[in-house]
């Protein structure tokens, strides 16, 4: 185990896989010589050279298609979009082709693409940077949304993603890059996909959260832990397709519910699993499911972020009105 | 039996390879040392001293905001910025022959140009900054301002333009709209979709491609196989014209004549401006030592846009070092009193986005916008 950031994590995974597997390349908008715009791919090309790390032309369609097409030559394209809200640009890669291949081919052919791509708010970037948009993707079929919340999850996850012969589209946190710092063990490991995780054991109340949420509501869990309130804090690792069964099992453990988001409120990713657990754990619910999630805006320019997002008190807050519902 | 002379030239594809140079010479009126190389080229494009004077002015105002942005923006004063020393003649030059009722496409690097066409300082400050009345492109006396906010999305601003220009051929305008984008914009789709629908309805529309030599750290040798952006608008079927993005005279000869053949009803032009990004991609981390030499981007200093402006307005006789240092310190005392105008504006409320977003709030809106004005955001 060593301590390292969120995106030495990713970077990590990345020299892995490349070491792992000839048929792994990498490429995107700037990853080659500079690293990448976040550095997640910093020294890549020097170790493993131009041919298997290497920058496109600026044009995010024309990085999906040519994903799909190297799978036909046996190779295992991580392509990066440099920041997520520039996803528009290879919705019809992501949505329209890649996902839908293995369905058109009648299961015949494999599509082992990595989508990967910072998202996320709260560094002040211009607009369409900091846009969650896993809502989007994950009404997608015939594609997995992982968006990990801690460093070991992020290598993990990664590996796990590269193995997969399903694409999947992978979320880094923005934000959490270079805030968050953890554990991680040393080599190559995996961490399995569609599995959510217990992040903190509690029996008043379940926060289900992802990605940037995660350490949101851990802080609201602390909080609420000093006040006799014992959160447990569920992580979906997996936003799509949904870890059911250990939803399931934590909400009849706990049978209260909150769920926290970063994205705006309306449809997206806590929306599913309020629905979820409505349809198939009722009976065990004490309380209504509470949510929290950012406002039905656009996302707002850098000034006023930090009023717009989600906050460790709404979740207090949100926790507090559950817990004390009778 | 023999081919044809027509069929071997069709069937040479390094032919073909090398008559691209012969299809796109640059055009140039300008030398470095400020000389004129086609007096008949300057005497076309019709500017008088006074016209002179001004475009150089507006060269150094950009010189002197961008300055002042990047210092600002060291000092966290700023929000985003991406600077534009080294642009001044391809961004200034190219603007300067558009009017008020021609429409700007810009992207995030264009914020000159903008100001150049009546938008405030202060505006431009909380735009960066961002801060949504910065998006309102009104001038301080309530003018509007045809222009569209700083477009992020590569390309984007590129179809929309094209839009822009075939309403205003269907309303018969002697207007057009015009739009930058960089190197690297030309790789996207939007680019040559843009372009394609501008020229197939004829429609009146300038597209500037800044060709700065790099997208982020990609250089343009590596964007496209073509050995120039313009060519990518004869796929289109419109005329195309390299221009040296430093010699601000031959920009502007470039931009008015193509003006005038798009407001005109003919149909579409592209322009390649070749120039240099001097100064990093953005203020927010970007090394060029991590992708370009020292000594490279030393050489481009060499051809800094604004020596050769300085140099030929003073062989002219209409410029000096105190008529300079004047305005200099004129644009300066005007950038302090917009920053301080900035400074002062009122922080953005979230229950105004939420009333802004839908013209109609939904129900959970109305008790998003409730929440908000009770906690007084
Ligand atoms: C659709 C989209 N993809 C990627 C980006 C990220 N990005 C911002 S600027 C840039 C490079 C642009 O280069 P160029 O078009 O040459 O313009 P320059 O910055 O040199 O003026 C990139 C990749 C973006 N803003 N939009």
Known sequence: MTEKTYIAAVQDALDLALTKDDNTLIFGEDVGKNGGVFRATDGLQAKFGEERVFNTPLAESAIGGLAIGLTTQNYRPVMEIQFFGFLFEVMDSIAGQMSRNRFRFGGTRQMPIVVRSPYGGGTKTPEMHADNLEGMVAQIPGIRVVMPANPADAKGLLLSAIESNDPVVFLENIHLYRSMKGEVPEGYYTTPLDKAAIVREGQDVTIISYGGGVPVALKAADELGKQDINAEVLDLRTVSPLDIESIGASVEKTGRVVVVQEAQRMAGIGATVMAEISERFILSLKAPIGRVAAPDTVYPFGQAENDWMIKADDVIAKVKEIVDYD | ?377
């Open chain 2, 1 to 377: 039996m023999t081919i044809t002379e027509t069929n071997k030239k069709i069937l040479d594809f390094n032919y073909q390879l090398a008559a691209q140079d012969e299809a796109f010479p640059t055009l140039q009126v300008l030398a470095n040392d400020g000389s004129v190389v086609d007096e008949a080229a300057l005497e076309r494009t019709g500017l008088t001293d006074d016209q002179l004077v001004e475009l150089m002015k507006h060269m150094l105002f950009s010189r002197e905001l961008d300055i002042r942005s990047t210092k600002l923006a060291k000092q966290g004063r700023f929000g985003f910025f991406a600077p534009t020393a080294g642009q001044e003649a391809s961004q200034m030059a190219s603007a300067f022959a558009f009017n008020d009722e021609d429409w700007l496409f810009p992207g995030y690097r264009d914020i000159p140009e903008i100001i150049m066409k009546g938008w405030p300082v202060w505006k431009a400050i909380l735009w960066s900054r961002g801060h949504v009345q910065g998006n309102v492109m009104t001038t301080d006396d309530g003018k509007d301002v045809h222009s569209w906010f700083p477009q992020i999305i590569i390309g984007a601003q590129y179809v929309e333009a094209a839009g822009v220009a075939l309403g205003l051929k269907k309303r018969q305008k002697d207007a057009v709209a015009y739009a930058y984008t960089g190197d690297g914009g030309t790789s996207q789709g939007d680019f040559y979709e843009a372009m394609n629908f501008a020229a197939a309805y004829q429609a009146n529309a300038v597209f500037i491609a800044q060709n700065n030599g790099f997208a982020i750290s990609t250089p343009r040798d590596f964007q496209t196989a073509a050995k120039h952006l313009a060519a990518k608008g004869w796929a289109a079927g419109i005329p195309s014209v390299v221009v040296d993005g430093n010699d601000a005279i031959a920009v502007y000869l470039a931009a008015k004549e193509a003006r005038q053949w798009a407001a005109s009803g003919n149909g579409p032009v592209l322009i390649e401006t070749l120039t240099d990004r001097l100064e990093p991609h953005s203020t927010a981390g970007d090394d060029p030592l991590r992708y370009r030499t020292k000594d490279d981007i030393d050489a481009w200093w060499q051809k800094d846009p604004l020596l050769r402006m300085r140099h030929f307005l003073t062989q002219r006789g209409i410029w000096n070092e105190e008529l300079e240092t004047a305005y200099i310190a004129e644009v300066n005392a005007h950038i302090d009193d917009q920053i301080k105008r900035a400074d002062g504006v009122e922080k953005q409320k979230i229950s105004d986005f939420l009333k802004n977003t839908l013209e109609v709030p939904s129900q959970v809106m109305q008790e998003q916008i409730a929440i908000f004005e009770s906690e007084g955001k």
